[in-house]
């Protein structure tokens, strides 16, 4: 068996054996689901759904060896085939796919640092799901604003008089709106992009957005501000 010091991996080279094992597995569960179906005889053993390197599927037993060389699919997958409907079945299977086609990728690509495990689950985070195939699902990309932003980090901004207006707005009610509004917030510090990792804080005098690093404001010294003014603007009432 090998070892997983022996074979090291790039992001690159675990997300396309992620995507070509996912390909397999969409087959089986969309294209050839009448011969996975029948395959999945609840009369048989314990059955497993495999996702191959080579974009093919598998349904077979579970490895004998113990531990096995690579995460396990779900077992006995066909003992629940004749017990729900059709659809329901082939969501479960689907669900439990995706958790093995996860655990599968961050097991090769245990060596990883930080910034590599998150860009690796970024490149798989943009493929819709297996479970999003077969139910047919929409795979909705979040375009976030700034509102969201603040909202994410704990933050509201407030009125004049002391009132919470709520600033946030649902990416799935405006998506379009945010779409647009998505690439025009910059940060009225640095000019930086917004980005939804990152706390942000909006000034109620001149409605600008600013990074709570580039102001040295933390979310949660933000929950306790009434009414947030920006350098700029605080600068200019302490001239007047």
């Known amino acids: 068996m090998s070892s997983i010091s022996s074979s090291p991996r790039t992001v690159e080279e675990i997300f396309k054996d992620y995507n070509a094992r996912r390909t397999g597995i969409v087959r089986a569960l969309t294209y050839d689901v009448d011969e996975f179906y029948n395959l999945c005889d609840p009369e048989k053993e314990n059955l497993c759904l495999y996702g191959h390197p080579n974009e093919t599927w598998e349904v077979n037993l579970p490895a004998e060896e113990v531990p096995p060389e690579l995460p396990e699919p779900a077992l006995g997958i066909n003992f629940a085939r004749d017990g729900m409907t059709r659809r329901d079945w082939l969501s479960l299977v689907a669900v439990h796919s995706d958790c093995w ?43 976030p604003t700034a509102d969201s932003g603040s909202k994410s980090r704990g933050c509201t901004k407030k009125s004049t008089d002391g009132q919470a207006k709520s600033t946030p707005k649902l990416a799935d009610e405006l998506y379009k709106e945010e779409e647009e509004e998505h690439g025009e917030t910059l940060c009225g510090s640095c000019g930086g992009n917004y980005s939804a990792d990152e706390f942000w804080i909006g000034c109620d005098i001149c409605e600008r957005w600013y990074h709570g690093k580039c102001v040295k404001i933390t979310p949660a010294k933000a929950e306790s501000i009434k009414q947030y003014k920006c350098p700029s603007c605080s600068l200019k009432r302490a001239r007047q």
């Open 101 to 143: 086609l996860f655990s599968v990728a961050f097991f090769i690509g245990a060596r990883l640092n930080q910034n590599e495990r998150k860009r690796l689950f970024s490149m798989i985070n943009e493929l819709p799901t297996v479970f999003e195939v077969v139910t047919e699902r929409k795979h909705v990309k979040e375009k």
